[in-house]
Nanobody, 123 residues
Framework: HVQLVESGGGSVQAGGSLRLSCAAS????????MGWWRQAPGKERERVAS????????YYADSVKGRFTISQDRSKNTLFLQMNVLKPEDTAMYYC?????????????????WGQGTQVTVS
């Protein structure tokens, strides 16, 4: 069983920055792709960024390219999302995801593990 715990959310003004962390525990060996997703009120959950845990490729949604950076510390089983130049439209609950079926497109299965989410509010 995999557990994901996000942290680092908060309220910032437009143009500000936040760094989200996702601490993973449990059996993560089979999780070849991890990522960050977000869900704004009244909208569907969408992929923000994802990466192969091997580090061989990283993918971003067009809306965050050039502003967000996904990274990992494999020694600590932690995934990060550095968010710069935040905009009001980035306001959402941000979720860490493990065991994503693919890394380069938006897709989920019932086998994806999700964290509880961390709220990001940009005003």
């Amino acid at each position: 069983h995999v557990q994901l715990v996000e942290s680092g959310g908060g309220s910032v003004q437009a143009g500000g920055s936040l760094r989200l962390s996702c601490a993973a525990s449990g059996d993560t060996r089979s999780s070849y792709c991890m990522g960050w997703w977000r869900q704004a009120p009244g909208k569907e959950r969408e992929r923000v960024a994802s990466m192969f845990t091997s580090g061989r490729a990283i993918y971003y949604a067009d809306s965050v390219k050039g502003r967000f950076t996904i990274s990992q510390d494999r020694s600590k089983n932690t995934l990060f999302l550095q968010m710069n130049v935040l905009k009001p439209e980035d306001t959402a609950m941000y979720y860490c995801a493990a065991n994503l079926p693919v890394c380069d497109i938006q897709a989920v299965t019932k086998h994806v593990h999700w964290g509880q989410g961390t709220q990001v509010t940009v005003s």
